[in-house]
C-alpha cells in the first residue's frame, strides 16, 4: 500500500506509542487523523511537529469507549479527509493503581473494559463497514487495521489482571477481524507491544531499569515508541502479505523462551 494521499486513524496518536507510529507514518506520506481524550489546544505543539512532516494531520478529540464520540470521530474524518485506509486501534489505559486479583475492583474492570476492549472492537465495526463500503465505490481502495495490544495478551501480572484481560480480548478480535475482512481484502494485524518508554510505564521505571539490566529482554534496553511505529508502517506498506491475523512481538525477544 503506497501512502500516497491515504489516511491513517490512529487512536490515542498524541503521545506515547501513538505518536511514535504518528511520526513514522507523517515521515512516510500519510495523512493522519489523530484522535486522544485531550482538548486540542493541549495537542497543538505536537500536530504542528506532525505537520512539519508535510503530513496533512487533523485531530478527532473523542472516547473510543463512547459511541456517540466514535460516530464523531469517523465523521470528522469523512468530511475533512474524504477517507480512511487504515485503523491502529492504540488507544488504551492501564488500572489507576496496581491491584491485586484478590483486591481489584469492578470499577477498574468496566472503566478498562470499555477503553481497551469495547471501544476499539465496536471502533473496528464501523471503520470496517466503511471500508467495505470504500471498497464497493473504489476497486483500488486499500485498508488495513492494526490492533496494538501487548504481551499481557498471554503473560500474566496477577497485579493487573483487568488490563491482561483487555489484551487477550483484543488478541481474539485480531482473528475474528481477520476472518471476516479477509473478503474484502482488507488485512487486520496485531502488535504485541514489550516494554516501552511512555506516560504509561513512567512510574514503573525503577522496576523496569532493574528488570531489564538482569536480563528481561534479550535486546538489554527499553523499547522505543518508534519501534512500534515502524512494524506498523511495515505492516501499512503491505510488506506481510498473505498473512491476516498474524501478530508481531516487538518486545526486544522477551517472549523467548529459555530453560
Ligand atoms: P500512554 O502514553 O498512556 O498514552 C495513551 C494514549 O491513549 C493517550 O494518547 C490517551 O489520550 C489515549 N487514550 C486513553 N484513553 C482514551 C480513550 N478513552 N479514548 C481515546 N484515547 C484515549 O500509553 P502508551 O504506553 O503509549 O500505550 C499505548 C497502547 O500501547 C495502549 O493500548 C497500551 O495498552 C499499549 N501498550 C503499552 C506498553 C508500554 O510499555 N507502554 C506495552 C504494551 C502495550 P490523551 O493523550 O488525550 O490522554
Known amino acids: 500500500m503506497s501512502a500516497d494521499q491515504k489516511v491513517a486513524l490512529i487512536t490515542g ?28 489546544t493541549e495537542v497543538a505543539e505536537t500536530l504542528e ?16 469507549s463512547s459511541t456517540e464520540d466514535r460516530e464523531a470521530i469517523l465523521l470528522q474524518i469523512r468530511q475533512e479527509l474524504g477517507q480512511l485506509n ?28 470499555d477503553t481497551n476492549l469495547k471501544g476499539p472492537y465496536f471502533l473496528t ?6 471500508m467495505i463500503a470504500q471498497k464497493k465505490n473504489d476497486a483500488e481502495f486499500t485498508g488495513c487495521i492494526v490492533n496494538i495490544s501487548s504481551i499481557s495478551a498471554h503473560i500474566i501480572s496477577t497485579n493487573r489482571g483487568d488490563y491482561c484481560l483487555t489484551k487477550a ?11 471476516r475482512m479477509a473478503e474484502f481484502g482488507v488485512p487486520v494485524y496485531e502488535v504485541q ?6 506516560d504509561m510505564t513512567a512510574g514503573v521505571q525503577e522496576k523496569y531499569d532493574r528488570l531489564i539490566a538482569n536480563g528481561l529482554t534479550h535486546e538489554r534496553r527499553w523499547g522505543e515508541p518508534e519501534d512500534i511505529g515502524k512494524a506498523v508502517a ?3 506498506r503491505g510488506e506481510l502479505s498473505y498473512a491476516t491475523g498474524q501478530v508481531l512481538n516487538i518486545d526486544g525477544g522477551m517472549t523467548i523462551r529459555e530453560i
Open 193 to 198: 507491544p514489550g516494554v516501552i518508554h511512555s
Open 125 to 130: 465495526q464501523a471503520v470496517a463497514n466503511w
Open 86 to 113: 487504515a485503523l491502529i486501534n492504540n488507544a488504551g489505559i492501564a488500572p489507576e493503581e496496581r491491584k491485586d486479583l484478590l483486591e481489584a475492583t469492578e470499577e477498574s474492570f468496566d472503566l478498562l473494559m
Open 234 to 236: 511495515m505492516l501499512l
Open 13 to 40: 496518536g498524541s503521545r506515547g506509542i501513538g505518536l511514535g507510529i504518528a511520526v513514522v507514518l507523517a515521515k512516510e506520506g500519510w495523512s493522519l487523523a489523530i484522535n486522544g481524550l485531550r482538548d486540542e
Open 49 to 64: 511537529q506532525l505537520r512539519n512532516f508535510g503530513a496533512k494531520t487533523i485531530y478527532c478529540q473523542g472516547s473510543v
Open 169 to 179: 480480548g483484543i488478541h481474539m478480535a485480531t482473528k475474528l477481524w481477520a476472518a
